[in-house]
Every structure is written in C-alpha cells, then in structure tokens.
C-alpha cells in the first residue's frame, strides 16, 4: 500500500421501494380523574405494536416509548398560546408546559413482527406510532370516565372542569341505542 494510501472498504448502492409501507397498531389507556380538582392521572398505558421485522428491538422499543412520551406532552400539557395580533406568547420552555417523567406511565408494549412483503428486509417503520394515537385514547378514556365527548386536545384540568361544570348545567340526552 503507498504511503498516501489508506485501508478500508467502500460500497453503495441504492433502493427505491415501489410503494409506501405502514406500520400498525393499538394504543389503549386508563385514566383517572379528580372529582374535585379534575386532574387527569394516565394509570395504565399499553401499546401493541407491528413494525414489520424488527432490525433492531431495543431501539423499536424506545421509539415506541419516546412516541408515548411525547404524545402524552401533545394531548396533557402542550399547548402553542397566541395573542390577539397572533404573537407566540409561550415560545420558551419557562413558558411552555411539558411533561417530566413523573407524568409519563409505565408503557407496557407488545410487539408483532408481520414482515413487508414491499422490501427485501420486511420492515415497515416505526417512528410515528407511539405519538400519534395518544391525544385520541386519552381523549377516549376520559370519555369513558366523564361520560360525555372531549372534543379538543390537549385538555387541561381547568378545561376538565369547565366541561363538566357546562355539561351538567346542560347534559345533552343519550341518542336511543347508544349508551
């Protein structure tokens, strides 16, 4: 080898999938609310979840985990507050209300591997599915445990109360069929 040689090995090469793939799965909660204050306490969170082959299972765990965390963050304490000329009033973290660990669950998590017949590896991804659903799921379980629809996310507390203040002083009749 010359002296201004180096040792090593190079290749690349690239692949262009013909079409799209999807990862799925199922987000479920239980929650807990204050009667008196309206505090919103997650109590169990689990996550089934199919990525495809799992390249590497550690890091499709913490995907999974992180996605939770931050939908949590999305759907409890995260909120972009305007002025009335349309000013970012919270734009720094002092101001910007995100959860701390003490607010994320225990996220328990299963995970199926149906490999993608749409590349060579079978995978699917898995970036994107711990976040989205969370807002939707917790917006559901407290439905449940409020008896009546949550129609905007994130939901504070003080928002809480206020629905349950406005729904009692006016409770819409259930629809014959439904419960």
Request: with cysteine; proline share 8%; hydrophobic share 40%.
């Amino acid at each position: 080898m010359a002296d201004d040689e180096e040792p090593g090995l190079e290749g690349q090469d690239f692949y262009s999938p013909t079409q799209a793939t999807f990862a799925n799965g199922m987000h479920a909660a239980v929650v807990e609310t204050d009667p008196v204050t309206a505090e919103i306490r997650i109590l169990r969170y689990c996550v089934v979840h199919d990525c495809g082959t799992m390249v590497n299972p550690m890091i499709v765990e913490g995907q999974v985990h992180g996605g939770v965390a931050q939908g949590v963050g999305g759907a409890l304490y995260e909120r972009m507050v305007y002025d009335e000329a349309g000013q970012l009033l919270n734009a720094s973290f002092m101001d910007f209300l995100m959860p701390y660990a003490s607010e994320v669950p225990h996220i328990e998590t299963d995970h199926l591997e149906t490999p993608s017949p749409l590349n060579p590896l079978g995978i699917k991804g898995a970036g994107e599915a711990g976040c989205i659903p969370v807002s939707a799921v917790i917006a559901s379980a407290l439905e449940d445990a409020e008896g009546f629809p949550i129609r905007s996310m994130p939901i504070s507390p003080a928002e809480l109360w206020e629905l349950r203040r406005t729904h009692a002083a006016d409770p819409v009749p259930a629809q014959e069929g439904t419960s």
